[in-house]
């Protein structure tokens, strides 16, 4: 599903309007309207009465028309108006008048907040009509105490477009913000939807259609695109009946130092499970021990560490020359920030042309040093979280969270690599420059061990031939699907990385069968 941000969005109906003639107050009648319809089927059975929020932009416009078809309906229907009735322009104030001429009831509200305190505390469901997407402020004033009053209602509330208080480019609370149960936006979900905190503000979301084509996305373009099932079976291979282990591919993981050897097993396992035909893990000499009581499956590559249990340059030789057949290298999963494997880790991605998945100290091994990316030139993907991405880049993990696309989009346009930014959302930036943002996961992963099997998940569908493109959106889809599977028979708190592990056949025979969770409704 193609997602927007506001700035994009006005430039399709902009479009809509100078060039194919479809008039603005058509496209707010169609909002309106639909929504309304939506509301009517799914929430309003059983109840009397209902109360509209209007600002005084044209998210205010929508509303008085979903409080026409309400009134139309019989529906004891009351506007609370942000502004002064004479303060509407345009489309806006054709549809109060149009709402009025129903005698359709409006409150005024300038500083006296009993009526609207009284107006939810009696209606069955509440309306946001306040702001629209492009809301670029911190919410004050009335504004955010009619927002308090609506949040502390306990009514189902239904938001046009966005909840009112979300900045629809980055997802952000400006303030305050509605706390919606169903969001209805139009033509495309916008990014703010998505990424959190505006995921969790905006309740349910249902995409309504209002007459833009799609053939549009061809002349004004898309800003990114939610990852869902039907892309996924688009690209997962058939397994053909007379293949073997050579025909997936031979992953080798680099990783493990005192103490994190777990990182390195779960990296590893989890590049086989997800179908490489063989794992090597090349490990420190000293710790290779542990590492062949814990794997089975996974061969192992001891090399010289002087007796540190640290990768240091005097086994780069022998780790080069091993890795010259191979298919994929994972690299970085409880490496360590030691001087001499921070060096080694760089000597390799400058030296071997492969291609990589980096994580974890993999990546803090850059730190100081991101123009390697662009001289090397490697196929790659970085796996992140905001700390790490945020050393990378010489940011706080709160200012990357503040915008985490306008982040990794320039790190990828300034460093010609992929990258994963994980988190809430986790987010897919292309080297081509594309987009993509993984709606699977919930709290179960904040715990240790989910980065390492993401990690080998991407390294291993890498090693069968999937691109590093396919092979992270598959990896971070399935990766968040199973942590979602996870909650229908447990709970978000006793989720370990290694179950992820076990579950990953049951998630992707699902997936294959067009099982899959439904994460955006769209709707006619």
């Known amino acids: 599903m193609k997602i927007l941000t506001p700035e994009r969005m006005a430039k399709y109906d902009r479009y809509a309007i100078e060039k194919w003639g479809i008039p603005s107050a058509v496209l707010m009648e169609n909002a309106g309207r639909n929504t309304y319809r939506l509301m009517k089927e799914r929430y309003l059975y059983g109840k009397k009465r209902i109360v509209i929020v209007c600002g005084r932009g044209n998210n205010g416009g929508d509303g008085f028309v979903v409080g026409r078809y309400a009134l139309r309906d019989g529906y004891m229907t009351k506007v609370f108006l942000l502004c002064k009735k004479d303060d509407l322009r345009g489309d806006a104030a054709l549809n109060m008048r149009l709402y009025e001429s129903l005698n359709g009831e409006i409150v005024e509200l300038e500083n006296e907040l009993n009526a609207v305190k009284l107006g939810v505390a009696h209606a069955d469901i509440i309306v946001d009509a306040i702001f629209g997407t492009g809301l670029s ?47 209805f936006t139009y033509a495309y979900p916008k990014l703010g939807h998505i990424l959190y905190p505006g ?29 869902d099932g039907e892309m996924i079976r688009g690209f997962i291979k058939e397994r053909l009946p007379w293949t073997h282990k050579g025909s997936y591919g031979h992953a080798v993981v680099i990783a493990g130092s005192p103490g994190k050897t777990g990182a390195a097993h779960m990296a590893s396992l989890a590049a086989l499970k997800i179908g490489a035909g063989l794992v090597t893990l090349i490990i420190p000499s000293s710790l290779n021990s542990i590492m062949e009581v814990k794997l089975t499956e996974v061969m192992t590559y001891p090399v010289e560490d002087n007796g540190t249990g640290f990768f240091t340059m005097s086994c780069y030789k022998q780790v080069k020359e091993f890795v010259e057949d191979k298919d994929i290298i994972i690299m970085g999963p409880g490496l360590s920030q030691h001087p001499e494997t921070t060096e080694f880790v760089r000597q390799i991605y400058m030296n071997v042309a492969k291609p990589f998945v980096i994580d974890a100290d993999g990546i803090n091994a850059f730190i100081g040093h991101v123009e390697i990316f662009g001289k090397a030139g ?59 943002i993984n709606p699977t996961g919930n709290p179960s992963l904040a715990k240790g061990g989910s980065g390492d099997i993401l990690t080998g998940f991407i390294g291993g569908l890498a090693s069968q031939g999937y691109s590093l493109t396919e092979s992270s959106l598959l990896g971070m ?48």
């Open 137 to 183: 402020k911190v919410v004050e004033g009335k504004e955010r105490a009619v927002i308090e009053e609506i949040n502390k209602s306990g009514k189902p509330v239904m938001a046009i477009d966005i909840p009112s208080g979300i900045d629809g480019k980055t997802g952000l609370a400006m303030g305050i913000a509605v706390m919606a149960t169903h969001t």
């Open 199 to 227: 995921g969790y503000y905006t309740g349910k979301l249902t995409v309504v259609d209002i007459s833009i084509p799609d053939f549009a996305e061809d002349i004004i373009g898309i800003d990114a695109q939610l990852i």
């Open 378 to 436: 490697r196929n790659a993907v970085l796996t992140p979280h905001p700390g790490e991405f945020g050393r990378l880049v010489n940011l706080s993990p709160k200012l990357i969270n503040q915008d985490r696309i306008t982040s990794g989009r320039k790190f990828v346009e300034d460093n010609k690599v992929n990258l994963v930014l994980k988190g809430a959302r986790s987010i897919f930036f292309s080297s081509d420059g594309d987009v993509y």
């Open 477 to 524: 889809y399935l990766h968040g699907y199973l942590a979602d599977d996870w909650l229908d028979t447990n709970t978000d708190m006793d989720l370990l990385a290694g179950d992820l592990i076990v579950g990953a056949g049951r998630v992707i025979r699902a997936l294959k069968d067009g099982k899959e969770r439904v994460y955006i409704e769209k709707s006619l």
